[in-house]
Nanobody, 122 residues
Framework: QVELVESGGGLVQAGGSLRLSCEVS????????MGWFRRAPGRDREIVAS???????????NYADSVKGRFTISRDNAKDMVFLQMSSLKPEDTAVYYC????????????WGRGTQVTVSS
């Protein structure tokens, strides 16, 4: 079992920055990839960014086109943490952001946090 707890959401003006954190606990050795997803009102959940949990200091990252160049995902395996640094925020980034984990040998993200609200005012 893996537990995920997000923090760092809040209200920010357009153009501002926020850093989301995800505390990972439990069977972390079983993890392959970590991701940040978001769900905006009236829209489907979408993946924002992901990073491999192992495989080097930085890991392999992927980003949604809508956040490339503005968001950066990173991890700290020593502290079992995953981060999402968000810059140049736009009102359309307003959503509940979720941390998620994918296990080794599986194709889907099976563990989810409860989410943290990010609101960007114009």
């Amino acid at each position: 079992q893996v537990e995920l707890v997000e923090s760092g959401g809040g209200l920010v003006q357009a153009g501002g920055s926020l850093r989301l954190s995800c505390e990972v606990s439990g069977r972390t050795f079983s993890l392959y990839r970590m991701g940040w997803f978001r769900r905006a009102p009236g829209r489907d959940r979408e993946i924002v960014a992901s990073v491999t949990w192992t495989g080097g200091i930085i890991g392999s990252t992927n980003y949604a086109d809508s956040v490339k160049g503005r968001f950066t995902i990173s991890r700290d395996n020593a502290k079992d943490m995953v981060f999402l640094q968000m810059s140049s925020l736009k009102p359309e980034d307003t959503a509940v952001y979720y941390c998620a984990a994918q296990k080794i040998g599986f194709n889907s993200f099976d563990y989810w946090g409860r989410g943290t609200q990010v609101t960007v005012s114009s």
